[in-house]
């Protein structure tokens, strides 16, 4: 079992910066695969970026060069810092951990386990 705390959500002017943290339970962390996703009101949970235990990422094309995942296994916490933020970043976004590597990174079906979501409101 792995629990996921996500924290560092809020209220930002448009071209703000937040990051977002995600800390993990458990001995494993660095053999992860994390993810974060986002849901805005009435819209599916969408894919916003993911690490490797390798730290390779990738991103969604609509965050990309704006947003930046990372990890530090000694803290067992995975980031998200976002830049140039828009109002059409506000979602709750959610951090994942997929603990067997198996399945498409961005689908939401391949993480196991899934924090409670932090608040993110882009508006002047």
């Known amino acids: 079992q792995v629990q996921l705390v996500e924290s560092g959500g809020g209220l930002v002017q448009p071209g703000g910066s937040l990051r977002l943290s995600c800390a993990a339970s458990?001995?494993?962390?660095?053999?992860?695969?994390m993810g974060w996703f986002r849901q805005a009101p009435g819209k599916e949970r969408e894919f916003v970026a993911r690490?490797?235990?390798?730290?390779?990422?990738d991103y969604a094309d609509s965050v990309k060069g704006r947003f930046t995942i990372s990890r530090d296994n000694a803290k067992n916490t995975v980031y998200l810092q976002m830049n140039s933020l828009e109002p059409e970043d506000t979602a709750v976004y959610y951090c994942?951990?997929?603990?067997?590597?198996?399945?498409?990174?961005?689908?939401?079906?391949?993480?196991?386990?899934w924090g409670q979501g932090t608040q993110v409101t882009v508006s002047s």
């Open positions: 690490i490797n235990p390798s730290e390779s990422t």
């Open positions: 994942a951990a997929d603990v067997d590597l198996v399945g498409r990174y961005s689908s939401t079906s391949t993480y196991e386990y």
């Open positions: 458990g001995r494993m962390f660095s053999r992860y695969r």
